[in-house]
């Protein structure tokens, strides 16, 4: 049974529950997603489905490329991912996974990378509380401060909290419940926010035992 999916962040919104309140909810375009390729562990060394996500032009594809979604006979994908599998029994090259694998109520945990932010000073990039607006400290509002750990041991130790490149990373968010899915329109509807902008590539997992505990 495969248990995840390739989709897009469309965005946020809210619903309101029977009681009135307000509940935060990120939409996501969830597949449909074509199996692409079926990894094996006779041959692989492990079992896994390879979807493909949204649709690229054959001219943009290189030759071993083509033929691997030809081999498939499958439309050709932007995107491709594994998603390991328990078996293989009820899984085929070519059939579509969409967003019935999940149901209302369900925890999912859902992986995306981050808006990237460019490169920023440590208040924006560290949440700094900056230096003082008076009393001679007008020009070091947003200075790191002091980096040195005195003559001792005369250097500065791998990991110090400093300017530099800040967001564009790969952050998973775990047990998201799943507030609807509706594969007739490929929509997948969650509580609370994921990482990645509107447009944004995510997967999305059925949540680990060890995450839902």
Same mark, same amino acid.
């Given at each position: 049974?495969?248990?995840?999916?390739?989709?897009?962040?469309?965005?946020?919104?809210?619903?309101?529950?029977?009681?009135?309140?307000?509940?935060?909810?990120?939409?996501?375009?969830?597949?449909?997603?074509?199996?692409?390729?079926?990894?094996?562990?006779?041959?692989?060394?492990?079992?896994?489905?390879?979807?493909?996500?949204?649709?690229?032009?054959?001219?943009?594809?290189?030759?071993?490329?083509?033929?691997?979604?030809?081999?498939?006979?499958?439309?050709?994908?932007?995107?491709?991912?594994?998603?390991?599998?328990?078996?293989?029994?009820?899984?085929?090259?070519?059939?579509?996974?969409?967003?019935?694998?999940?149901?209302?109520?369900?925890?999912?945990?859902?992986? +995306?990378? !981050?808006?990237?932010?460019?490169?920023?000073?440590?208040? %924006? *990039?560290?949440?700094?509380?900056? $230096?003082? =607006?008076? &009393?001679?400290?007008?020009?070091?509002?947003?200075?790191?401060?002091?980096? +040195?750990? !005195?003559?001792?041991?005369?250097?500065?130790?791998?990991? %110090? *909290?400093?300017?530099?490149?800040? $967001?564009? =990373?790969? &952050?998973?968010?775990?047990?998201?419940?799943?507030?609807?899915?509706?594969?007739?329109?490929?929509?997948?509807?969650?509580?609370?926010?994921?990482?990645?902008?509107?447009?944004?590539?995510?997967?999305? =997992?059925?949540?680990?035992?060890?995450?839902?505990?």
């Amino acid at each position: 049974m495969v248990t995840g999916i390739i989709g897009r962040k469309v965005g946020m919104t809210q619903v309101f529950e029977d009681s009135g309140q307000a509940v935060p909810v990120t939409v996501i375009q969830a597949g449909p997603c074509p199996i692409v390729q079926l990894k094996t562990e006779e041959k692989d060394g492990y079992q896994a489905v390879q979807l493909g996500f949204g649709r690229q032009k054959e001219n943009r594809m290189n030759n071993p490329k083509r033929g691997h979604f030809a081999k498939a006979d499958v439309d050709p994908a932007f995107v491709l991912r594994e998603f390991r599998v328990q078996s293989l029994a009820d899984v085929s090259v070519g059939s579509i996974v969409d967003a019935s694998v999940f149901s209302e109520g369900e925890l999912v945990d859902v992986t +995306g990378t !981050s808006k990237g932010r460019g490169f920023t000073g440590v208040v %924006k *990039r560290w949440k700094f509380a900056g $230096g003082k =607006k008076t &009393h001679g400290g007008e020009q070091d509002l947003r200075r790191p401060g002091s980096i +040195g750990a !005195s003559a001792t041991p005369s250097r500065v130790f791998k990991g %110090k *909290r400093m300017a530099g490149r800040h $967001g564009a =990373k790969r &952050h998973t968010v775990q047990n998201l419940p799943v507030i609807q899915a509706d594969p007739d329109r490929n929509l997948l509807v969650v509580k609370g926010a994921v990482p990645g902008p509107p447009n944004g590539l995510l997967l999305i =997992k059925k949540a680990s035992k060890a995450s839902s505990t």
